[in-house]
């Protein structure tokens, strides 16, 4: 460790310790409170064909001057969410009854079957075929636990007689555990990582090379249409540590010790010669191989399979990796230098702080699609153990994702939405890199899909530590913490238990690049000059944002540094052996219990936020395999949107101020109960396509990084 990052972290040992906590320690909230979504029969379907009204409660809008509008906007201009308040469409006899003026209502096809599967699903779980139950929920904002609280079961009577009928979150869920948390989201087992008929471990070289869970295999079906064999594939993609490179202004310097660590040996072993060259037409470094690398023994090591179910898409945007409704499949593998070659142990395997994070959209689409991806996940919870059937499963799972061909809209058709690197091993300072199958445009804030090799990437959400100062007195960063990502803030603020924002970052701001070609320590979180400790909006913008990047959430803001787990820049460990020991900031200490970490800025006087990630997962597991219930709905195009503008003069068109974006409309409120009831009447003039879609469609947004 370098003495910059030593002194880091002798710092952050002599701080505020985190500390951790039970859930019983967070205040009870009746169910009611905590109900968000209504259906409602219609007494007759509408000109859409539409039989229920899906009432949301919203929280107030971002922007004030929006408030008291009885119609609100969300989503984008290519995907508006045109919902009218509650209250005045019972005033206008368009439904039987408001739940109440915090309420807003759009309209969906929903058959009763759908809510007596729902139910079904219900008296399943109760019954304890998953496991040993509980009725108690936590509540999160964001990725904090703020409240415990009860769901109701759904009432499908009610329904059927027309009226209110609460969807609230799951009234029962097995009891979360370390086990089902290693069988259904984060799998470390040796039986899955080290099972012999589908990895191979460069330790001591057992298992199955080609494996159907191993490097050698994501990455010869990864190749497939990018015009290389997956031997020069990978040598590409290693060989761009050899050189620097920019992105969006911002300048990587080489690494070229990634010869020295990884390519050399991994040559040697496979039986070439090697040799780092510079050209001297380019003068940049090459790699020169005697033969090619052989992908069966490759020196990363399978640490971890990951559901991120929790990542699935909503409306105005999902979390990060939000391209697909059922979220994400990472594979996590940790660089090994064996010596002997895969002929040792683990004691001399030579075990490297160096991650590789393959993170695959996976490809479902739809609401039923995405109920039953989650549904086989809960059923590998199921399992009484690592049996044959849990394996053949899982590994069913993993080839729909990972085969060639799986996303055919997609770079080399390949589901792969990034690789993530995470290493000190080729410099004494901690980095993580991220590439992808496209390229980027910072002029327009686009990127295109394209077949070939991997290229480099900006990290998500992370200012450049070179352009901009991680500890302060950056202007830039400090306007856009409190325009860009304060906007976003959920309303009503309250520090630590209401803090959570929806926020994106442009490639640009104020006219100078803003995110990140890299990201490393000794940035270890982002402190934003010019903010107060009393002001909630400025304590929750700049934990947002910090904790949203890659320096802050691999080390300062969720402390992975001594007390987090002495993990240093890395959640899932690649030097602690199989299975890899994995942060406070994931298991919050365990399961019923949650890692609070001092304000990084602030301090603890201010604020300690807490974390239990793995607990988060497993709740939204469970809502969507068993909870959710899923209706044909209609969307609306961008014409509806001119069409209010006509009426009106104004659009009360929320996201393109909570995200940063610039508005093509004047933003406003909708005040008069005829410009409703005329909108109603023309909504049909503008129907768009049919999609199957969770009646829950409307989730707050999320802003997640890891």
Known sequence: MDPATEQLVAAAAAAEDPITTPFKNLPFVEASSATRVMVQKLPQPTALRETVAVHVKLPPPANKELEGSLVRVLGDQK?????????????LKQIPQSPGREFYTSFAQLDVSELERRAKNEEEIASGAFGEVTRESIVFNGRTPISRTVGAPVDVRTFQGGGLTPLSICPVRPVSTQASWGKSLLITDPAVVLDPARTWDPCTGAGTQGGVWTFAHLVREMAQNSGRTPEDF????????????????????????????????????SGVSSALVTNPST??????????????????RLLAIVNRTDLGRSVGGGGYGGSSDAGELRFVFGLTRPSP????TEATCGLRPFTVIFEYGVPRSGCQQVIDWARQWTQLASRPSFDATYLSQLQGMTQSVVLRDK????????????????????????????????????????????????????????????????NGGDPDLTAYVSTTVAAGLQTPLSVPFQCASSFSMPSSFNGRPLLGASSQIPANRWIVSGLSNTSAQDVCARKELSVNTCNGCHFGDTATNGAGGNLSFTHISPTSGIPARTSKFLTGGGPG????????????????WNFADLERRHQRLYDIATCSTCGPRFSLNAGILDQIQRLEGVVPFEPAISTGGKSPFKVGPITRVETVRSLLEVRPQFQGELRDEPTDFLRPVETFVH
């Open 79 to 91: 995907n508006p969410q045109v919902l009218f308040r509650s209250d005045v469409l019972a005033e």
């Open 234 to 269: 990978v040598k590409e993609w290693l060989s761009l540590w050899l050189n620097d490179y920019a992105l969006n202004g911002s300048n990587v310097p080489a690494r070229t010790n990634i010869f020295s660590q990884v390519i050399q040996p991994w040559a040697t072993a």
């Open 283 to 300: 003068n940049r470094r090459e790699v020169l191989l005697g033969g090619p690398l052989n992908l069966n023994i490759s020196p990363f």
């Open 341 to 344: 070659w895969g002929g040792g």
């Open 407 to 470: 996303a055919p809209g997609k770079g080399n058709r390949n589901a792969i939405n990034q690789i993530r690197t995470n290493e000190n091993t080729l410099n004494t300072l901690w980095q993580l890199r991220e590439f992808t199958l496209s390229t980027q445009n910072f002029a327009t804030d686009t990127e295109t899909p394209v077949n070939g090799p991997l290229r480099p990437h900006t990290v998500a959400l992370t200012p450049s530590d070179s352009l901009h100062n991680p």
């Open 593 to 608: 219990f949650m890692f609070g970490v001092p304000d990084q800025q602030f301090g603890a006087s201010v604020a300690t």
